[in-house]
């Protein structure tokens, strides 16, 4: 299982590696021949975006190890911390953005700094990064939630970002043709405040991941829900999860009849076990301890 999840995440990282150098190749060239400077800068940062592919695809080696004697619940981990990494990677890429756009601002607006008309096929360029980037943000979303690796969905996010980002460009770009260059400062710093939102959800959730933060509201109804559903339990009488990268962790305690044979709880209990992990994919250890339960208890479900 481990091991086909580590190639989901190669086989993308891949492709997003090859398909960020054509991209780049393209930026840069159509942009230093065509005269326009936001072209050029986003060709660099897809030169940026290789290099955090190539700690994506690392992450995958390590991230899908299987358990050891050092590591008894796995690697998981290791992937949430590689997408605190890439949220903070998206929190400078906003940070640069805004910093030049508000130069450029500044520049054009107060100093009336020439603005250079591009040719007419750089925005088509860019158009073409926001058709290939939404093509790999909608497959990496899917192979993230395959593979289970919060890294994979972290890389899905940036692609969303680089769409943003040529959203703008084609705004700067087209404003410069017709005159209006101040419009390509002015829509760089909007989304450079749209990729620090990201960023800063992206590490949020990587952290609440390492730090084993419950599952949310809607997930520990699922296991309730499941668990409810074997008319032989009296009571949920605890239940704790934590996550664990994309995964979860369950503990519950619940109560059957207190005069059933050992044998016969145990069963159920295994019943519920792998009805949890059938129904929930993402539940990838359950672990359930049960008490007696006595005629005239409270019962609390």
């Known amino acids: 299982m481990k091991k086909e999840e580590e190639t989901i995440i190669k086989k993308n990282t891949i492709l997003t590696i090859i398909m960020n150098t054509l991209l780049a190749i393209a930026k840069i060239i159509g942009g230093v021949l065509g005269g326009s400077a936001v072209l050029v800068a986003d060709g660099i940062q897809s030169v940026a975006d290789i290099a955090t592919n190539i700690v994506v ?9 299987d358990k050891d004697k050092t590591h008894p619940y796995g690697h998981e981990k290791f992937d949430s911390m590689v997408s605190i990494f890439l949220g903070f990677a998206l929190l400078i890429t906003a940070f640069q953005l805004g910093k030049d756009a508000a130069v450029r601002f500044y520049e054009m607006v107060f100093e009336n700094a020439e603005v250079i008309k591009p040719m007419w096929y750089t925005w088509v360029i860019a158009l073409m ?3 290939v980037k939404e093509l790999l943000f909608r497959k990496t979303t899917v192979d993230a939630k395959k593979a289970r690796s919060q890294a ?3 890389q899905a996010w940036d692609h969303r970002s680089d769409t943003i980002v040529s959203f703008g460009s084609i705004i700067g770009i087209v404003g410069a043709i017709y005159g209006i260059g101040f419009l390509d400062p002015l ?3 909007v989304i450079a405040l749209f990729i620090f ?4 959800k992206i590490i949020k959730t990587g952290v609440s991941q390492v730090i084993d933060e419950s599952a949310n509201d809607e ?5 309730k829900e499941l668990v409810n559903e074997n008319d032989k339990v ?3 009488d605890e239940i704790k999860t934590r996550m664990f990268g994309l995964s ?7 109560s059957l009849d207190a005069h059933l044979s050992l044998e016969k709880a145990h069963q159920i209990s295994e019943d519920i076990h792998d009805y949890i992990e059938k129904e929930m994919p993402d539940v990838i250890h359950c672990m359930i301890h049960v008490n007696p339960h006595e005629e005239g208890q409270n019962q609390e479900n």
């Open 57 to 65: 695809f690392i992450s995958a080696i390590f991230s899908k190890k």
């Open 152 to 154: 994979l969905m972290a």
């Open 129 to 131: 990064t926001i058709v």
């Open 187 to 189: 829509a760089s710093m």
């Open 234 to 236: 009296r009571s949920i």
């Open 197 to 200: 939102r990201l960023g800063y």
């Open 219 to 223: 997930q520990i109804s699922k296991i």
């Open 248 to 254: 979860i962790y369950v503990d519950l305690e619940i």
